[in-house]
């Protein structure tokens, strides 16, 4: 076998290979694995790099800045803005590294009782947990998410 047919062949492996854990679904059986009511999960979580995940958080974290922008060029009054500016603040976790909080997704997602859970309400927990929310509220917050999306 040739250099270059070799590398052809480890290239194909390498870039089918995150696939084939479901290559036997249908595509509506992998997107109700990989979907809940309609938002990434774990299981599709799981099948991200290193730096898919970091894209995946950049994308929430640019998500956040926009709507805090949006609300700070919206006219009225501030109190009318008040509460949704206080959750962009609870969403943004400052001085955060993207590894911890791909570190704290992953820990979570490693009990599969929480597979099921968006990624985007996981993202939720890591913030209160790094924002240092109590442990019982901690909990108390991800059994919720489970009772609502483990139906």
Not at 58 to 81: A, F, N, T, W
Not at 129 to 147: D, F, I, N, T, W
């Amino acid at each position: 076998m040739s250099t270059a047919k070799g590398i052809s062949l480890v290239l194909y492996i390498w870039l089918a290979a995150p696939g084939l854990a479901f290559a036997s679904l249908s595509q509506g059986q992998l997107q109700e694995a990989m979907l809940t009511q309609g938002q990434a999960n774990g299981r599709y979580w799981e099948q991200l790099d290193k730096y898919s995940k970091m894209t995946f958080l950049l994308g929430v974290l640019d998500g956040i800045g926009l709507l805090k922008g949006e609300i700070d060029r919206q006219d009225g009054k501030p109190s009318e803005h008040a509460h949704t500016l206080r959750a962009t603040k609870r969403l943004a976790v400052e001085g955060a590294d993207l590894s911890d909080i791909i570190a704290e997704i992953d820990r979570v997602f490693g009990d599969r009782s929480n597979i099921r859970i968006p990624v985007a309400y996981v993202y939720s927990f890591a913030a209160k947990k790094m924002s240092g929310s109590e442990p019982r509220v901690l909990e108390s917050y991800l059994a919720e998410l489970r009772r609502k999306f483990n139906k």
